[in-house]
C-alpha cells in the first residue's frame, strides 16, 4: 500500500512500488493532464511537481514519491480560476496539437517560482528538455514572459489585499479596490505572435 498525495488529497493505493508514477497518477487517480510520450524521460509530456520541483512522471517509481507533495496540471487551477500560467499559455495561443502543454506549463510554473522574470535565454534553458513537435517555440517562449507578468500583477494584488485585510472594514477607504491600482489593467497586451518560420 503507498499514500501518495497528489493536488492536496491523500490517496491510499495498492500499487507496486515500482510503477511509474504516470501509470498511477492516470490510470488509477484519472488524472490526464500529464501524457504519455516517450516514456523514457526524454520529450517531458509527462512532467509533474514533486514538492515544487519539476520532476518525470514516466520514469518516477511511485515509491519514490510515498509521502511527498504531488502537483499535475489539474492542481494549478480551475476551469473559472485558471492559473496565470495557464492563462498565460490561452492569451499566447501557445499551442498546436497541444501534447506538449502539460509538460510546457508544468516546467513554466517551475521555472517562475524559481526566477520570477527569468529572460528569454533563461526561459529557453529551462525548457530546452520539454519537447514540442509542432513548432510552436515562439508563442511558448511569449507564454512564458506574458505568465510572468501575470504572475507579478497576481502578486502585487495579493500583498496590497493583504496589507489592508486588518484595517479595511473600518476605513473603506483603504480596500482593496478602493484607490488600489490594479496593475493588470495596465499590462501590456500579450506579445502578438510572429510568422514562425519553424511552421512550414
Ligand atoms: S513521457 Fe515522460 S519524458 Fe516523455
Ligand atoms: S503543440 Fe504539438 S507538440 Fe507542442
Do not use: W
Amino acid at each position: 500500500m503507498i499514500t501518495l498525495t497528489v493536488n492536496g488529497r491523500t490517496h491510499a493505493l495498492d500499487v507496486a512500488p515500482g510503477v511509474p508514477l504516470l501509470t498511477v497518477l492516470r490510470n488509477d487517480l484519472g488524472l490526464n493532464g500529464p501524457k504519455y510520450g516517450c516514456g523514457l524521460g526524454e520529450c517531458g509530456a509527462c512532467s509533474v511537481l514533486v514538492g515544487g520541483v519539476l520532476a518525470r512522471a514516466c520514469t518516477l517509481p511511485v515509491g519514490g514519491v510515498a509521502g511527498r507533495a504531488v502537483t499535475t496540471l489539474e492542481g494549478l487551477g480551475t476551469r473559472d480560476a485558471l492559473h496565470p500560467v495557464q492563462q498565460a499559455f490561452i492569451e499566447c495561443q501557445a499551442a498546436q496539437c497541444g501534447y506538449c502543454l502539460n509538460g510546457m506549463i508544468v516546467a513554466t510554473v517551475a521555472l517562475l517560482a524559481r526566477v520570477p522574470r527569468p529572460s528569454d535565454e533563461q526561459a529557453r534553458a529551462a525548457l530546452a528538455h520539454q519537447l514540442c513537435r509542432c513548432g510552436a517555440h515562439l508563442e511558448i517562449l511569449q507564454a512564458v514572459q506574458r505568465a510572468a507578468q501575470l504572475m507579478d500583477a497576481a502578486a502585487y494584488r495579493g500583498i496590497a489585499q493583504r496589507a489592508t485585510a486588518d484595517r479595511s472594514d473600518d476605513r473603506p477607504e483603504l480596500r482593496p479596490d478602493a484607490g488600489q491600482h490594479d496593475r493588470s489593467e495596465a499590462l501590456p497586451s500579450p506579445p502578438q505572435a510572429e510568422p514562425s518560420a519553424a511552421r512550414t
